[in-house]
């Protein structure tokens, strides 16, 4: 790729960034669209929709962007909880390591390359004719001494990055802690999932529970709440709402027809009358249900037990219950509303058959995503399309197009096809078996970046076949060669990547294209209410990967091709604002897993730096200069044990708080009058939805909505 | 092999065998060697020392055949624990197993071997000529249909040996638990091992661990005890026994040398004088080191730590105690007499290094044992022996010395070698890192098993260098093809083995041929005293993974040739009576894991199945029967699944006990007013030896013997 070529995507995407900025700057103040900008201020009430029309409201204004830069940890922590707060540190994270590595990489290692002379000497009169491989460690002749330059780089960056690695893993670790001694009661905290519960015959769920805790927990039981099987419930509630908001919006707009014929020839029927009539019968039904759904026999073997102290809760979920080990297995329960209610109604052959398909369906994903990956290969190529579709030649001959194509197009199609595997991953996810919302999305995460490592960087580096790229990893001892000659070639592919994918990506986000295009879209037809929109909460399985890709990039090319960080520092600086402005204006969290996604950068991060090891092992040896290969390998090595050594002294506090802590926080609290209220609603906290009596609205202002309610559960 | 090698080879092994157990027979009935053939009963008092010499005392009897016939497993849970319970049960285990697949092989599948004719029509008339190879499967021919019949056989085996091992994991489960149930209350039950204790300054490691489990566990909370580095003290020690013996010896035996001279010229000086004045200044010595290392510096940062309840000590070891999870690391404590004190001396460091150490020379022994291997499997290539050494020409071409030396002498050569690895096993493991005696045997066991199975098994089959069993390891695709080629070419071999190594083991065992020469080459030497000899207790590290090695060739070889089972059922006969016996005679244990010794067999099992299914996928895949190779597929994924189960169901059994029973087992004790006692036993039962007063005998019986001993501690 020619230096003209990036200078057409980086022109095209700065000019979408630009136009994104421009344009959010000015609908953000528009009252009309507060529901896609500012959801989380209107929910919480801070913000008011004003009609007034004032010439202020079209001029764009940067006011947001100094908002969002001074606004501190605490408030993000109080805005989007201490997941958000990791989330922003992780931003800072990669920005402060690709800082160091910048500096190093700009200023040492990019004027070592470009005066090499192993490809062509740099034409520096006219600079954009230059190939991009001239400012990559390709054009260092070989066995120059200059590469110890670059050898020097790479111990230096490996350990600045071990260090941050150790101080972030430590610093939340911590405050994890902080943010336990620092939370109210909740539920959670108290309570215990218990699964494979057994029933003698003669007895139930219920009863068998009750007998068991007060046996052997008689000092710290309080109560306990049995799951029950309710897909069929949800299905009804399901209707019933849509049926409701049907005469909500029959209701409120005059100009709907309100009368259809029954059948070819018959009367006409008053459609409010006969939806409400509908919606009785519904309603019936679902009392029905709700009371067979009561009885033993729609019991699941599975109930949250709460106890008096969450020092209580934790030896019984710690500690092995019963002598049969796969009876009364325990384990710490999610919050009440982060509880994955659907995994209960599944039988134990089911949820087995859905994990191996789960696993199919990920290889098959894998192997399917490799079309659209391939395509993408072949139109950075364009000597290649010409030979494909040879009519396209006098078009592809104009400079402009060449550029788009080679620069800007590839790329664009590879990140629509991306948006399309978080989704998917969380389907998949929550097929598996998880029993929080928390848990699917930790997991989509972890899915979602493998996936992403696996078919855009491997599947890039090596643009051959999945079955090329598995013979690859089954030759372990090759691995370093084959990527040393590899990964250098593919640096402009992946600088053009970050500025295509990683711009736009960020923009985009701040202008929330797909909630602003669905707003506009349902506008017409919906009569906008209050109640009805929801706070929307960050896709953390969706924006975590894509962050720590970048990371992936940033730190095996920083000694390749180290002008891929000046736009690696430009992405991290857009997203810093912009995910600051969103957790300000956007998103409220649904559910606080207080951290634990902080495990899965650091893995992440740990597998980079060890990619860059065999990566550099694998240059250094081609470029003969086997002493530093040689020299590399303690590198990874001590990255593992480094690795080791984290995963002992930080990850147990991320599974669950140790007995001290939870000690301390039970032993505060004890004299606390409001002890005996939260105890005594926590009795009814892990009531399943389906169960509490129905009501129509999701706002939680139901003051002014209708409210038609059940008084029996 | 031809038939009359093996012939001859059973000739002397049934000969060596018939001799071991005659003069066992007589030897055992002689005073003399009661402390060689009757130690247990000895110690135990039960066996008095008759010196009247009757003629009856000549003549070998069969009784003990019968005594040990007639005990039942009661007896053996009360002469040897519940791991000699478990040791027999691994008997009788293969017994069952090679029952079945014996009554399959011998009956079903011998005749259809040797009425194929793919190698050569068998020879009824001379059957001693015939090759060994004709009673194998290599004798079927391919894509015969008889071999479905091995196809059903490997099926049922599978299947019944699934049921087995399912039937007895499930039973020395429950075993473990009605043992724990019936135990008297014991230290290690009320006791944890807290390691990385941290200390403020100003503060010792008593301090700390005192205010810390005062603070977080007041409830349960008995006393502590701190570990202290010992090593210069129980090496003085060691001098003062070794002191201590001499005088005794001196003054009990009139006819030794009493006085030495000093210097060349010097007077001559009472011995018994002089070393007890060594004595007194050795024992001056260590009531200087043992107040010494009471002071705070020689701490180490270790602690046993007592509870009120086995629910209390399993709480605490169970949960992380401390934020930092490297700080207060809790586990299980082992038994008072158990702890392998060695090990707190050494610092982390050493530790570390000897770790790396020990994986180190683990590979070293690997790699340096298959040079007697490969020195024996020439061995068993006469004509490769006559191209080594031409002058054997004329002695090989004898029959005798050429069937003495294809079919006896390259297992005999084998087991000497193999003799010698358990003893470096323990040793290796004892420097590992573990606490306890019993963790050592345990890892000792599963090193000299996987070292049995790689350097035997493997290293026969694959007759090749390392780097070649290597790269076979690493292309797994064509393992099974491989196997197919190699195992049923080593039948006979495995035949010979099975008859020498195992028969003649079994009986050397019982006749205890080292230790017997060991007391005779004693005798003239040392005065025997009661007092002077201990009770050996039984080595599984070195018989375990010797049983499970001939069960992995019965169950590998079942199919391939029959013939091997026979052998093997003798041998497991042979060793049930033996064993039997020598838990009645001679063994007692020194600590009882309690049956943690099964999850080793259990593996051992499970891999050997795998192993089976691997080499019938090729067996059949070489016979053209792709069907049924095809077909076998499943049941190697089952058997994974399988024990996947087992080690949910069963394995956390085995780890700790579950919280029901230790609850159950403590109420059950709430009012004895034993227990009192017991407490007050606990509180020193985890000091170190070396720091209790110094006495010199090691017999329980100390009435007789004199005693020195210091009063302070």
Redesign the interface.
């Given at each position: 790729m020619l230096v003209s070529a990036l200078l057409t995507s980086l022109g095209i995407n700065t000019g979408l960034c630009v136009l994104f900025f421009t344009l959010y700057s000015i609908l953000r103040k528009q009252p009309i669209h507060y529901e896609v900008y500012v959801p989380r201020l209107l929910a919480e009430g801070s913000s008011k929709r004003r009609s007034r029309f004032n010439l202020e409201r079209l001029i764009p204004s940067p006011g947001w962007v100094k908002k969002a830069w001074q606004i501190s940890e605490e408030d993000i922590l109080s805005f989007a909880g201490l997941d958000g707060v990791v989330f922003m540190r992780l931003i800072t994270f990669s920005l402060k390591i690709f800082v160091v590595a910048g500096i190093i990489g700009i200023f040492i290692l990019l004027p070592v390359n470009c005066t090499g002379d192993q490809l062509e000497e740099i034409d520096f009169a006219d600079l954009s004719n230059n190939s991009l491989d001239v400012f990559t460690i390709s054009n260092v002749k070989s066995g120059s001494k200059r590469l110890w330059v670059h050898f020097c780089a790479v111990y230096v960056v490996t350990g600045f990055i071990w260090w941050l690695l150790y101080y972030e893993y430590n610093y939340i670790s911590?405050k994890r802690?902080t943010y336990f001694y620092s939370s109210k009661p909740q539920p959670h905290q108290f309570t215990i999932l218990v699964r494979s519960i057994p029933v003698s015959s003669g007895s139930n769920v219920d009863e068998s529970v009750e007998s068991f805790f007060r046996e052997?927990h008689p000092s710290t039981y309080l109560s306990h709440m049995v799951v029950r099987r309710t897909s069929k419930l949800r299905n009804l509630i399901n209707d019933g709402k849509k049926m409701y908001k049907r005469i909500v919006h029959l209701q409120s707009d005059p100009n709907q027809q309100k009368y259809k014929r029954v059948g070819l020839f018959g009367h006409k029927v008053d459609l409010i009358d006969h939806y409400e009539k509908k919606l009785e019968d519904i309603e019936e039904n679902v009392r029905l249900v709700q009371s067979e759904v009561s009885l033993a026999e729609e019991e699941v073997r599975a109930a949250f037990v709460s106890f008096k102290s969450r020092y209580g809760a934790?030896?019984?979920s710690?500690?092995?219950?019963?002598?049969?080990?796969?009876h009364w297995i325990t384990e710490q329960a999610p919050e009440p509303h982060d509880v994955y209610w659907p995994f209960f109604s599944s039988s134990f052959m089911r949820k087995w058959i859905s994990k191996l398909l789960v696993i199919v369906a990920c290889i098959v994903l894998t192997i399917l995503f490799l079309i659209p990956v391939l395509l993408v290969q072949g139109l950075t190529n364009l000597s290649q399309l010409e030979i494909w579709f040879p009519f396209l030649k006098s078009v592809l001959t104009l400079t402009f197009v060449s550029q788009v194509i080679t620069g800007y197009l590839p790329s664009l199609i590879l990140q629509l096809f991306l948006k399309i595997v978080p989704p998917i991953m969380e389907f998949l996810s929550s097929i598996q078996g998880y029993i929080s919302h928390s848990d699917i999305e930790k997991s989509a995460c972890n899915k979602v970046l493998w996936f992403t490592i696996w078919n855009i960087f491997f599947a890039t580096v090596f643009s051959g076949s999945v079955l090329y790229q598995i013979s690859i990893i089954l030759d372990p001892k090759n691995i370093p060669a084959k990527l040393a000659v590899a990964v250098p070639a593919q640096a402009s592919f992946f600088i053009a990547y970050v500025v295509t994918s990683g711009w736009t990506s960020t923009s985009s986000e701040l202008f929330r294209i797909i909630p602003l295009l669905c707003s506009l879209i349902r506008r017409p037809f919906v009569k906008s209410t209050d109640e009805d929109f929801e706070v929307p909460s960050i896709p953390y399985h969706r924006d975590i990967p894509r962050i720590l890709f970048f990371g992936l990039l940033g730190t095996t090319y920083f000694f390749l091709a180290p002008l891929i960080l000046p736009f690696l520092l430009v992405y991290l600086c857009l997203a810093f604002i912009i995910y600051r402005n969103q957790f300000i204006n956007v998103y409220a969290p649904k559910y606080d897993t207080a951290g634990k996604f902080w495990p899965i950068v650091h893995n992440s991060m740990i597998f980079s730096l060890v990619l860059m090891h065999a990566i550099a092992v694998g240059i250094f040896t081609a470029k003969k200069l086997s002493l530093a290969s040689t020299l590399i390998f303690p590198l990874p090595v001590m990255t593992l044990l480094f690795n080791e050594y984290c995963r002992?002294?930080?990850?147990?506090?991320f599974i669950?708080y140790?007995?001290?802590?939870l000690?301390k926080k039970d032993r505060q609290e004890e004299g606390d009058p409001n002890m005996a209220e939260f105890f005594g609603s926590l009795v009814t906290a892990y009531q399943d939805p389906a169960l509490v009596p129905i009501r129509y609205s999701t706002s939680t202002d139901s003051l002014n909505s209708p409210l038609i309610s059940s008084s029996e559960v």
């Open positions: 911590s802690i052997y934790a030896i019984a710690h500690l092995q219950q019963s002598v049969n080990p796969t002992k002294r930080f990850l147990p506090n669950a140790p007995a001290e802590v000690i």
